[in-house]
């Protein structure tokens, strides 16, 4: 089953084979976005700022994980928001025991799978089309997580339509696609120089690149197929 859920910024889809799954990521999205709310009220500067952030260790794991990724791509701590949501749900639904869960937020990805499935990337107005990751099964949550420069509503200083990082650190996954997609120029050797934004970063599995006709890919990938990319079914507000 699929479900389309909203609340306040956060707009997600999530994935499941049991009702009681999809509450448990609702809940989780609940409760862990009203931490968050809580600390920006204490601490404004964290949702505005572009920059590394630091917090202290009593701080919600929200915001420790926002600020552990962030820091290590020399990002604001909301570069890692939508992917840390989203893992944060995902493992909720691990603990009310699903084997296969996925929480799309704004195309940022966390899941579990116990079977093969396709992820589509959409890169916009560029030629690249109707291309996918083929997932395997995997017993542990994972992101795929995904930013543009041409897509979207995110804040963005590069021209990536589609940056797209892959890591079993969710949270690490949002925050690198921002850096990757800030780091992309247009032009084939644009795209082969901003790989080195996430060459040598600890936990980050592999990297693609969509920039107009320009197609990169970096790190240990999972396989490339054709398939039809159906605009409804994005995630988007």
């Known amino acids: 089953m699929k479900e389309y859920y909203h609340l306040k910024e956060t707009i997600v889809s999530i994935h499941a084979d049991d009702a009681s799954h999809v509450k448990a990521a609702k809940e989780a999205i609940g409760f862990h976005r009203s931490l968050l709310e ?3 009220r204490r601490d404004p500067y964290f949702q505005i700022t572009l920059e590394p952030h630091s917090c202290s260790e009593d701080s919600p794991e929200v915001v420790r994980r926002m600020t552990d990724a962030s820091s290590t791509m020399g990002l604001g701590p909301m570069s890692a928001v939508a992917g840390t949501i989203a893992s944060l749900a995902v493992e909720a639904m691990v603990e009310a025991g699903a084997s ?3 929480v799309d937020n704004g195309g940022d990805i966390a899941y579990i ?10 890169a916009g107005e560029s030629a690249v089309k109707d291309i996918g990751f083929v997932l395997e099964p995997i017993d542990n949550v994972a992101g795929i997580c995904t930013s543009s420069g041409t ?3 995110s804040i963005s200083f590069g021209m990536a339509d589609a940056a797209v990082v892959f890591s079993e650190n969710v949270s690490l996954a949002d925050a ?8 992309t120029d247009t032009g084939k050797e644009a795209v082969e ?3 080195k934004v996430v060459d040598g970063i600890e936990g ?10 320009y197609v990169g890919m970096w790190g240990n990938l999972p396989r490339l197929n054709k398939t039809r990319v ?3 079914c994005i995630t988007k507000g």
Do not use: M
């Open 38 to 40: 809580d600390y920006i």
């Open 100 to 102: 296969f869960a996925l």
């Open 113 to 122: 799978t116990d079977r093969q499935i396709v992820v589509g990337i959409y």
């Open 151 to 153: 897509v979207g509503p």
């Open 176 to 183: 690198a696609a921002t850096a990757l997609s800030n780091a």
């Open 193 to 195: 120089k901003a790989f």
């Open 204 to 213: 980050i599995n592999g990297a693609f690149v969509i920039q107009g006709d």
């Open 230 to 232: 159906d605009y409804d």
